[in-house]
């Protein structure tokens, strides 16, 4: 049975001092949330949000400024919040070229996400925007094929009982090609199923390489 509601991801929120040096570590650490929610493939949508909302603050509200980013989920949507203390310096989105001064950031932040606007509280003023993530559920994993081939068979892999003889006491094997066929098809499936629970698929091949040779040593031995 596959496991739809597979991954908690909770609200995270950072304080920070609105300053261009902590750009660079803004969108590492939200490349790490992501990685760590199954959500890498909106790295590049989120690091240009995250990016364009807090130059704006530096921009027109100062250098300086008590800022906070928060990544939530909101239904199946990402939401990204950047909350400041201003709440006279508003966003807009005005007509122009991407290339303009005046108003770039909050058009390239309309071009890749699906929604976006400005919450006004008694203290405070928070930018939002949304981003669809491709969930069936605000705790599934991305739909995908591969992904639920690979939940399939590791429900399958869990439960079976090894036993690799027939009543004959033959063992019974898959043709070569065609074994092999299956075996990419399968290490395929699971490095995607890897990859959408936000695993490192480098690591997880590494670990796997290393293991196969430690088994290979043992048989030879």
Known sequence: MIQQHCM???PWS???TAEPEELAALRRIARMHL???GLNHLDE???LCVTEMVANVIRHVGLG???ELTLSMSGTFLRIE???PDLRALPTLLAGALDSETGRGMRLVDAVTDRWGVLLKTDRKVVWCELATGLEDPEGH???ASVDRAEALLGLYGQVVLSRSDASGEVARVEAPVGKATAIDVIADMLCWADAHGFDVDEVVESAELRCESELRTRSG
Do not use: G, N, S, Y
Request: proline content about 5%.
């Open 8 to 10: 908690l991801r909770k």
């Open 14 to 16: 950072l304080a920070f």
């Open 35 to 37: 990685r760590l929610w």
């Open 45 to 47: 949508a989120v690091e």
């Open 65 to 67: 400024t008590p800022t």
């Open 82 to 84: 950047v909350l400041d």
């Open 142 to 144: 991305v739909v995908h």
